[in-house]
């Protein structure tokens, strides 16, 4: 995910109110960014291009500045992984020693006390008053509103508790110190106070929505019954489904809450059946908004035209709650949410990710470990009305979510911890989501000092419960069924034209995603990878499930790791092993340029290289007039087949003719799951022979299957530029009608846009980043 900037601190605050956070055993707040974040500093156009790029991955709209997720700069494993030694540093603190936060003298309100929070932040120069007066009527309640550097000075709301940038840095929170002043991340100072504040249930929202009824008390619960009520809950009978979409459970069945993995849109049909689960621990509430629902931009602009009136949906208001069993995950967002105060700590909105992604990754981080209390959450029928202004937020402002969220879900799921503590779990857990690339160290340092706030304004920790996933399954028995049939609403935006062709680009985007999702991406950079290594992962990453950089020169800023091009197929091994679990494996030299659209029929069981290629794959003669060193590498590849075991030499000799030496440029190559092991061996009785990787790679390939069995469609068609005119660029040759192209050379950012506008004929998607 697409780590943004933090907004430059506030013109407005003075030297003496920029408070630095000592965080427990290390001044993290003073550091500041971490060693990553300093370098994307540096780097800012190359992040600019990430957002982009990454952005072209959902929508290509009429508006310039829309984009999609930046996958491709979730560098997928850590250091820690990658070269055996972790970058990202766990904070180390002392539980025990946490000391108290003294509510200034300055604060007017610092001895009131009250049950119930409504928070809210003012994220706009404009904020629109009617609404927020609404929300500071209701009775019962307490409105603080949390003000952003867009807020203007002089704000001001009868009845509402207003936090200025002025009095929010003298609160003395630790993490104060760590949220960007611009956006409604700032919300988390807002959480703690009202925690501080005596809070027992926070109204998560925002300032332009209305209550229905103007009561939340008759649309959420409260207080959590503990007297055997019983609530609808999900079935758990599929281990694969992790995320759901509850729209359909509530009569929309062709809407999706933003966050949703796209590949999800398309289950539309109603449960077969639901089980139950005794009410009381619903600690997270998430209600649906009539109106303009929790929509992502790919459903606004593909689903609205210009002369369509307003969204205006309904769900309906009758259908029970349903809760989520432990195993699957829905949207949750930060504008109309509930939350009681066993998961206030799950409040804290992360900052190193897109302002529109923080409060889906939030939501998914917290269902996580709020299993590891008994806890669940229950979406609710309708609670609000949101009026569709037409104004929705650019896509780019989404950049985080979509091609990559399925695979954070699924790592979250998998996710386990033995820590002794919540507190130590949920740091644990926000740790090893750095390492993965879901988010930044930034935020791993914002999770100590969270903790450390809650603990300081005298938060009490929830304990442990026992994981309901580590235990066998019960099978549903036809008594535990429970029916409800959802009923079909109407949906205005069926009968909308869409904008251009961008239901089909998105529609190529999921099925490469499918594709490849699972498929690994090694890319050898021949030059300095200091210029190319961010641009290929930008331009892979959102397709495969990540992509290795390899390079002479290695780079740990950049996650680069060293690799001899000669012996380039020594390193794959260690790469197999790190992603056991994936479909196969693509080895791709960085001056082939891969068409992905174009592979889509190939087959991931069989092997894939360019045999059928000429001036790729050729087979010479061994004699006295070879050279040196073909004759030293026959002698090497003889000397190897007859340490190999009998059936990968009769696999050998089927493929070969005694007397000649196979030699293939290995530009690109694919190795599926069921041949790594004899890959993997075979690397083994190479040791240390000098075998060059030209001759060890068609060697490997003729050992492990016969050349019939290959699929000899995949790459055959690969373009091998022979000739060009003495001014013409190896660019002007290239063909989005082809598996691959080489060579293409790419050493700076400007000839990486004119090959992305090239490849954008194969893939419109990429078009917004030039």
């Not at 008390?217 to 809950?233: I, M, N, R």
Request: aromatic share 12%; glycine share 6%; with cysteine.
């Amino acid at each position: 995910m697409l780590v943004q900037d933090r907004s430059a601190p506030d013109p407005r605050l003075s030297g003496n109110h920029r408070r630095v956070a000592a965080v427990a055993d290390g001044d993290y707040g003073g550091k500041g960014f971490s060693d990553l974040s300093i370098w994307a500093s540096d780097n800012l156009l190359k992040i600019v291009m990430a957002g982009l790029l990454v952005s072209a991955a959902a929508v290509l709209i009429l508006f310039h500045g829309i984009g999609d997720t930046a996958a491709f700069l979730c560098f997928e494993r850590s250091q820690s992984s990658q070269f055996g030694s972790s970058r990202i540093q766990l904070p180390s603190i002392n539980w025990n020693s946490i000391p108290r936060i003294a509510q200034p003298l300055s604060d007017p309100f610092s001895s009131f006390r009250a049950e119930r929070w409504i928070v809210v932040a003012a994220s706009s120069d404009s904020p629109p008053i009617a609404p927020l007066r609404r929300l500071a009527g209701i009775g019962g309640w307490q409105l603080v509103i949390v003000a952003t550097s867009l807020t203007p000075t002089d704000f001001s709301l009868k009845g509402s508790i207003f936090l200025s940038l002025e009095l929010q840095s003298r609160l003395g929170f630790r993490s104060t110190s760590f949220l960007p002043y611009g956006t409604h991340v700032r919300k988390s100072v807002g959480y703690l106070y009202a925690i501080q504040h005596g809070a027992r249930v926070i109204y998560d929202a925002d300032d332009r929505a209305d209550v229905l009824g103007g009561h939340l008390g008759h649309l959420f619960d409260l207080e959590l019954s503990t007297g055997g009520e019983v609530l609808l809950q999900y079935s758990h009978h599929d281990p694969n489904r992790t995320a759901v979409n509850p729209y359909v459970h509530f009569g929309q069945r062709s809407l999706w809450p933003r966050g949703l993995p796209l590949d999800r849109v398309g289950e539309i049909e109603p449960e077969e059946f639901y089980t139950e689960v005794y009410s009381g621990r619903q600690f997270i509430q998430q209600g649906l908004s009539n109106g303009l629902p929790d929509l992502d931009a790919v459903f606004y602009f593909t689903r609205k035209s210009s002369e369509l009136e307003a969204f205006d949906f309904q769900f309906d208001a009758d259908a029970p709650k349903v809760a989520l069993p432990q195993g699957s995950m829905v949207p949750v967002n930060s504008f109309n949410t509930l939350f009681h105060s066993q998961a206030f700590w799950a409040l804290m909105l992360p900052v190193s990710v897109s302002s529109m992604a923080s409060d889906v990754l939030r939501g998914y981080w917290a269902q996580r470990i709020l299993w590891e209390i008994g806890g669940y959450v229950v979406v609710y029928p309708p609670t609000i009305h949101r009026f569709d202004n037409a104004q929705a937020y650019p896509f780019a402002e989404e950049k985080d979510l979509h091609v990559n969220v399925g695979r954070v879900i699924d790592f979250l799921v998998s996710w386990r911890s033995n820590k002794p503590t919540l507190f130590e779990r949920i740091l644990h857990l926000s740790y090893v989501m750095a390492e993965e690339g879901f988010w930044s160290e930034h935020d791993v340092r914002l999770t100590a000092a969270w903790l450390q706030d809650l603990l300081a304004i005298g938060y009490q920790e929830p304990r442990l419960m026992s994981l309901e996933l580590d235990r066998p399954r019960a099978m549903i028995g036809h008594g535990d069924k429970r029916e409800f049939v959802p009923r079909k609403l109407p949906s205005v935006h069926l009968g909308v034209e869409e904008v251009g062709n961008l239901s089909n680009e998105i529609g190529n985007l999921i099925k490469w995603r499918k594709n490849f999702g699972n498929v690994v991406l090694v890319v050898h950079c021949s030059g300095p990878a200091d210029r190319t290594a961010l641009e290929w992962r930008l331009l892979y990453g959102r397709v495969f499930k990540t992509v290795i950089i390899l390079s002479e020169e290695k780079n740990a800023d950049l996650m680069v790791e060293h690799g001899q091009l000669s012996h380039a197929y020594k390193y794959l091994p260690k790469i197999f092993n790190r992603y056991a679990g994936a479909d196969g494996f693509v080895f791709l030299l960085d001056n082939m340029i891969l068409n992905y659209w174009n592979l889509l029929r190939a087959d991931k069981n069989k092997l894939w290289i360019t045999h059928k290629v000429p001036e790729s794959w050729v087979t010479v003669d061994i004699d006295a007039n070879s050279s040196l060193w073909l004759a030293q590498q026959a002698a090497l590849v003889k000397q190897l087949v007859n340490s190999f075991p009998l059936h990968f030499q009769s696999s050998f000799k089927e493929n070969n003719v005694e007397g000649k030496l196979t030699i293939c440029g290995s530009e690109v190559f694919y190795v599926p799951h069921r041949f790594v092991s004899d890959f993997i061996d075979l690397v083994g009785f190479v040791s240390d022979l000098d075998v060059h990787h030209k001759v060890a790679v068609p060697l490997f390939f003729s050992v492990m299957d016969s050349h019939a069995n290959f699929d000899a469609e995949a790459l055959t068609k690969t373009l091998y530029i022979k000739e060009r005119g003495g001014n013409d660029s190896y660019l002007s040759y290239y063909s989005v009608e082809v598996p691959a192209v080489y060579p293409i050379s790419i050493s700076s950012e400007a000839e990486f846009i004119n090959l992305i506008r090239l490849m954008a004929a194969g893939d419109p998607l990429l078009k917004e980043l030039v």
